[in-house]
């Protein structure tokens, strides 16, 4: 089991509101990574970080942000959710060395905006 | 454009027979490559990795097999049990990139 976790799991709420997703990991990881699933389909990778206050944007063009203040936890914010934000988010973490490191994931927040 | 891909988004076996399941990527500065499984509802689990260098690794019933010719990488699950029902996604980590690239992914069912 991966220690790292995400809250909520589960969250439905109205278009326009002010979401934010919680990320922490107990792994001491420098690298964090968040990603978008659709069901059944593949990971998209949204925001990274190499460690604290470092941010950087993914391969997938998001309207969400991300903050790395601590080392353990990397929440991810929607100032204005919209129906299109509908989705799985993924939370991992990861090693810094390299690249080539198992990135440890999150159970996941599903996502629904009405 | 180049990706990571799996061949087939469902496969079907007996349980106790061998999986195979297959994945072909296009990146050839792909340097490392890894299978994950998701259950449903739950975050991608890792299952393996390889390295470009290798062509087989092995694990607990696990065997991963890339050929890096045709651009192929493989997961063979021996003696396949009901908890291996899942989806399995190949993710490689192209050289000089911050995350990995996932393929579509394949369901596997377990008939008993």
């Known amino acids: 089991e991966a220690d790292i976790y995400q809250t909520p799991r589960y969250l439905v709420i109205g278009t326009g509101k002010k979401i934010t997703l919680e990320c922490s990991q107990t792994?001491?990881?420098?690298?964090m990574y968040w990603y978008q699933q659709d069901p059944g389909m593949e990971l998209h990778l949204i925001h990274y970080?190499?460690?604290?206050?470092?941010?950087e944007k993914g391969d997938l063009s998001s309207e969400s942000t991300v903050s790395r203040i601590r080392t353990e936890h990397f929440p991810l914010t929607l100032e204005s959710a919209r129906p299109s934000h509908t989705s799985q988010y993924l939370c991992?973490?990861?090693?810094?060395?390299?690249?080539?490191?198992?990135?440890?994931f999150g159970p996941g927040t599903r996502l629904t905006v009405l | 454009g180049e990706s990571v891909g799996l061949h087939l988004p469902t496969l079907s076996v007996q349980e106790g027979d061998n999986s195979i399941i297959n994945c072909a990527y296009s990146?050839?500065?792909?340097?490392?490559f890894i299978w994950y499984k998701q259950e449903s509802g739950k975050g991608p689990q890792f299952i393996i990795d390889?390295?470009?260098?290798?062509d087989k690794r092995q694990g607990q019933r696990v065997t991963v097999l890339l050929n890096k010719t045709v651009k192929h990488l493989s997961l063979q699950i021996a003696a396949t049990q009901p908890g291996d029902s899942a989806v399995y996604f190949c993710a490689e980590n192209r050289r000089g990139a911050d995350g990995l690239t996932f393929g579509k992914g394949t369901h596997l069912i377990i008939q008993p």
């Open positions: 970080s190499y460690g604290v206050n470092s941010t």
């Open positions: 792994m001491g990881h420098d690298k």
């Open positions: 990146n050839s500065a792909s340097d490392y």
């Open positions: 991992a973490s990861s090693k810094l060395a390299g690249g080539n490191n198992e990135q440890f």
């Open positions: 390889i390295r470009s260098n290798m």
